[in-house]
């Protein structure tokens, strides 16, 4: 209770719409799930540029990076400076490769959370951050279920693990949408946090300042602040979209890279 409580107070100091209790509310888990997983389905590539803050063990990161993202697992990030990139990862699902253009170096392995932390910060894999990133979130696998209402007025989906580790779920609605029927409310996820068996925070994400961006005959809600922490890798990462554009067409080679001239080449693993 008295951390459903802290959330809305961070929800609400962050300067997001108030939450709306809906009339009418789903009452099944897996038929909310069912219902934004739909809506994100839409949405198949991303193109956009952020401000990133991140806050480690390497003390405090900031600048703007530039990324495509493509379902499912394919992922590029450029981090870029005045002179034009400083460092290049690209993930095409099976490899990852971190161009590393300060220190000349090229780094090369498996796809993995540790390696795509090397850039970003955000020990997740690169599917689990695309999900992230396109207004998602990972999601515990062969979990029960459960839906509860919070005394605030939003959706909480609750996964259960046979471990005892289990995943929250947040969910609010557009404003407009409080009367109607659950088939046509307009989901949001606020937040996600995955919990280990002694109720440990393993990871959260806060998404905040949702906004419409047209697609098609319906535009889709995205949200342009994405708050990550990793409390047991002391991550905070703070990504502030500046723009974004959907489905869009991907340049060839964007998700593989050779090495550059006159850098050292080193193989990473997974450990």
């Known amino acids: 209770?008295?951390?459903?409580?802290?959330?809305?107070?961070?929800?609400?100091?962050?300067?997001?719409?108030?939450?709306?209790?809906?009339?009418?509310?789903?009452?099944?888990?897996?038929?909310?799930?069912?219902?934004?997983?739909?809506?994100?389905?839409?949405?198949?590539?991303?193109?956009?540029?952020?401000?990133?803050?991140?806050?480690?063990?390497?003390?405090?990161?900031?600048?703007?990076?530039?990324?495509?993202?493509?379902?499912?697992?394919?992922?590029?990030?450029?981090?870029?400076?005045?002179?034009?990139?400083?460092?290049?990862?690209?993930?095409?699902?099976?490899?990852?490769?971190?161009?590393?253009?300060?220190?000349?170096?090229?780094?090369?392995?498996?796809?993995?959370?540790?390696?795509?932390?090397?850039?970003?910060?955000?020990?997740?894999?690169?599917?689990?951050?695309?999900?992230?990133?396109?207004?998602?979130?990972?999601?515990?696998?062969?979990?029960?279920?459960?839906?509860?209402m919070s005394d605030e007025g939003y959706y909480r989906v609750t996964l259960h693990a046979h471990d005892g580790t289990r995943q929250e779920l947040d969910y609010t609605i557009r404003e407009s949408d409080a009367n109607a029927p659950p088939a046509e409310q307009r989901l949001r996820l606020i937040r996600a946090e995955a919990y280990d068996a002694q109720d440990a925070t393993i990871w959260r994400a806060i998404y905040r300042d949702y906004r419409v961006i047209p697609l098609g005959e319906m535009g889709v809600a995205m949200p342009y602040e994405v708050h990550f922490f990793d409390p047991r890798h002391a991550t905070d990462v703070l990504i502030h979209f500046e723009s974004i554009d959907l489905n869009v067409q991907v340049p060839e080679g964007a998700f593989t890279q050779e090495p550059p001239p006159a850098v050292s080449i080193e193989e990473v693993s997974c450990e």
């Open 1 to 148: 209770m008295v951390r459903a409580l802290l959330f809305v107070v961070v929800i609400l100091l962050a300067g997001c719409p108030r939450i709306v209790r809906p009339t009418f509310p789903h009452t099944d888990a897996n038929v909310l799930l069912r219902a934004h997983d739909s809506m994100r389905a839409r949405v198949t590539s991303l193109r956009a540029e952020a401000r990133v803050d991140q806050r480690g063990h390497q003390g405090r990161i900031r600048g703007t990076v530039l990324m495509f993202v493509e379902k499912p697992d394919r992922v590029r990030f450029d981090a870029m400076t005045q002179f034009g990139p400083a460092a290049i990862l690209t993930s095409d699902g099976a490899t990852f490769s971190l161009t590393d253009l300060r220190e000349r170096r090229f780094m090369i392995g498996p796809t993995c959370p540790n390696n795509i932390a090397r850039l970003l910060g955000i020990p997740l894999s690169g599917e689990d951050v695309g999900r992230m990133l396109l207004g998602g979130a990972p999601r515990m696998p062969n979990a029960g279920v459960s839906l509860a």
